[in-house]
């Protein structure tokens, strides 16, 4: 996993109105959170975050951070973001060193077209996401899955997926990441309602009777 560069600056004032103004002038404020370190707000230039992000390792990609005249080996922790537009508001990043382990979730990826869809059934992906724990190094970009070989009925959990050495699966082993289940035939048409009588009219066809 190739790393990436970002540069920071470390920010003094910690104020809602500096908040805004380092947001308004195109930079996202943060934190740095490290053992060797302790905690640091900084701020960085939200493009570069973003492409960052738009990446396909995404949060879990090793970025080389030049801050306060070093270089530290951070990774995104946390982010804030704008409901409305969709904006990164605040961004927080985990000190990583490379003989330390972490955990963090990727993606699960399916490939292939089950035999059980051919057959008339419907993929079910319950498990979109795995939580892993590896050193840094060794993240993968995603946990890719092989369905062609699934029937109507089969079901893959935890405890079959294939993951790279040195990669530690934290999620329950039982738990079920994708089957193919059966495709469900539609409701008949029900029957349309008879509406009842009106009172008045059917107390007149009694009264006909006596």
């Known amino acids: 996993m190739a790393d990436a560069v970002l540069n920071a600056n470390i920010r003094e004032e910690r104020t809602k109105s500096s908040r805004k103004q380092l947001r308004d ?3 996202v404020p943060g ?3 490290g053992k060797q370190m302790g905690s640091l707000s900084i701020a960085v230039d939200a493009k570069e975050l973003k492409q960052i992000l738009s990446s396909a390792t995404g949060r879990n990609t090793l970025i080389k951070m030049n801050v306060g005249g070093g270089k530290q080996t951070v990774m995104v922790k946390s982010l804030q973001m704008d409901p409305l537009h969709r904006d990164i508001r605040h961004v927080d990043f985990q000190q990583v060193t490379e003989d330390s382990k972490i955990r963090t979730v990727v993606p699960i990826q399916l490939v292939g077209t089950p035999k059980g869809v051919t057959m008339g059934g419907v993929i079910q992906h319950d498990l979109r996401s795995a939580e892993i724990e590896c ?6 970009e995603a946990i890719v899955v092989n369905i062609e070989d699934m029937e109507i009925g089969d079901a893959l959990q935890v405890s079959d997926l294939n993951v790279p050495p040195g990669v530690k ?8 990441v994708v089957g193919i289940a059966v495709m469900k035939a539609p409701e008949p048409a029900g029957q349309p309602e008879v509406p009842p009588e009106p009172l008045e009219e059917a107390k007149d066809k009694t009264m006909e009777k006596e």
């Open 25 to 27: 002038s195109g930079a």
């Open 135 to 140: 050193l840094p190094s060794q993240i993968p």
């Open 169 to 176: 699966l934290l999620d329950h082993p039982h738990t079920t």
């Open 31 to 33: 934190v740095v959170y």
